[in-house]
């Protein structure tokens, strides 16, 4: 996922691996200390998108907008999803998940889709 923030130097965009709910929030680890995090706890309003690579060559992607927050919790349930999405061993509930990262969510306002073989060029919105 592409993230893109702003802060006093402007606007940034950072790639994040994420991973999601059931209510379209969106999750992933960050240091503390770079860039995007820091934005965050400043100016809460970020935007993103996902594109999905196939190889028929179809546009396949969401853009989106919302706001983010540190979640000071290490979410072993994050954690699980997290580490399977990476192909990894499932960590252990007395493991250090985040090894110095934080978690961030993002609870969109705004999503638009994008899927040329379906919709063309009119993307379908949906808003929260």
């Not at 493991?95 to 060029?121: A, N, Q």
Request: hydrophobic share 35%.
């Amino acid at each position: 996922m592409s993230l893109a923030t702003s802060d006093e130097g402007g606007v940034w965009v950072a790639d994040v691996i994420y991973i999601y709910d059931e209510d379209f929030s969106i999750y992933w680890m960050s240091y503390p200390n770079v860039r995007h995090s820091q934005a965050i706890l400043k100016n809460r309003k970020v935007a993103g998108t996902i594109t999905a690579s196939e190889q028929s060559g179809e546009e396949l992607g969401i853009q989106f907008d919302g706001i983010a927050e540190r979640i000071d919790d290490p979410r072993f349930d994050l954690a699980l999803k997290f580490y399977s999405k990476r192909k990894k061993l499932a960590p252990k509930e007395t493991d250090d998940i985040l090894e110095g990262h934080s978690w961030y969510c993002l609870k969109p306002k705004r999503i638009e889709l994008i899927h040329g073989k379906l919709f063309g060029f009119e993307k379908q919105k949906l808003s929260f």
